[in-house]
């Protein structure tokens, strides 16, 4: 299995940037496509971006079109999550997830991920 560990969350001011970074463990990373999540309080887990295994494909959320950008460096084990134009409602636990791939395939579905780091809080202030 992937171990996956969260980082680069924080506090930041409404208009600002984050990259958040997720590390995995072992050797296959580049045959995993790998997804974040947010969970706010109160709310149910939400689908933020993919992207598959070579990163020549990223998909995202509504949300973050235009604002966010998921980008991954497979020589390093690690997907970024850099987030631009911070709005409060972006406050959240953000959750990097990876499912094993056969194909360059990545879903927005969170039920299809088998692994998932501890997060990292993002809070946006007004």
């Known amino acids: 299995q992937v171990q996956l560990v969260e980082s680069g969350g924080g506090l930041v001011q409404a208009g600002g940037s984050l990259r958040l970074s997720c590390a995995a463990s072992g050797r296959t990373f580049s045959r995993y496509a790998v997804a974040w999540f947010r969970q706010a309080s109160g709310k149910e887990r939400e689908f933020v971006a993919a992207i598959t295994r070579s990163g020549n494909t990223a998909t995202l959320a509504d949300s973050a079109k235009g604002r966010f950008t998921i980008s991954r460096e497979n020589a390093k084990n690690t997907v970024y999550l850099q987030m631009n134009s911070l709005k409060p409602e972006d406050t959240a636990v953000y959750y990097c997830?990876?499912?094993?791939?056969?194909?360059?395939?990545?879903?927005?579905?969170?039920?299809?991920?088998?692994?998932w780091g501890q997060g990292t809080q993002v809070t946006v202030s007004s």
């Open positions: 997830a990876a499912d094993w791939r056969l194909s360059d395939t990545s879903s927005t579905e969170r039920n299809n991920y088998d692994y």
